[in-house]
């Protein structure tokens, strides 16, 4: 892997520090009346998501690691694993639970997912931002109780439950940001292919 100072550093590039996988989100040069220079950097911890500030000496080196991503659908569960396809040469790769489970609330059969890639094995499993699902369950829409406004519990076909507006019944579909698992908006059924 290709070692880098610090006057390489920009946003996005991955670092391998202490063993673990990080994305500099941000970084600072600062230089000081005295002393000598230095680089302030906020990481995000590629495997957890955790965010972290580690301040380097303008003269670091660091290792830069290179991260592949490739596109890959998602197909069904088998066990223990689940199976992603690559839509252009069909080969098939299970995945531990353990690479998924941050998703799972969200993880439909046919979805197109981004898997990013260190040295052949897979780091991390990210969802589109946006899906669509269809409420399966919720209380009925009763008119005027959008007088209130609010929000109610609603079940996705997924099962996972989430709050959406009031005026939503079973059977409607809605978009959901995946990040934060909040509701969009409302949308017409996806046309089958």
């Not at 991955?14 to 000081?32: A, C, M, N, S």
């Not at 990210?126 to 406004?149: I, R, Y």
Request: glycine fraction near 6%; charged fraction near 25%.
């Amino acid at each position: 892997m290709p070692i880098i100072s610090t006057n390489q550093f920009s946003n996005g590039i991955t670092l391998r520090i202490d063993g673990k996988l990080f994305d500099i989100t941000e970084f600072q040069f600062v230089k000081p009346g005295k002393g000598s220079a230095f680089v302030r950097t906020k990481l995000k911890n590629i495997e957890t998501g955790a965010a972290r500030e580690i301040t380097f000496d303008s003269k670091a080196k660091v290792e830069q690691v290179i991260i592949d991503k490739v596109d890959m659908e998602y197909l069904y569960r088998d066990g223990e694993h689940y199976v992603f396809m690559d839509p252009e040469t069909y080969d098939q790769m299970p995945l531990d639970e353990d690479k998924v489970k941050d998703m799972l609330p969200f993880l439909k059969e046919n979805t197109m997912c981004s898997l990013k890639m260190c040295e052949g094995a897979v780091i991390t499993v990210v969802l589109p931002d946006h899906m669509t699902f269809q409420v399966t369950e919720t209380t009925p829409w009763v008119k005027g109780s959008t007088a209130q406004g609010g929000n109610k519990p609603a079940v996705i076909d997924t099962g996972t439950t989430i709050q959406v507006p009031v005026y939503l019944n079973p059977g409607e579909f809605i978009k959901v940001d995946t990040r934060v698992a909040k509701f969009v908006e409302r949308v017409k059924a996806p046309e089958e292919s």
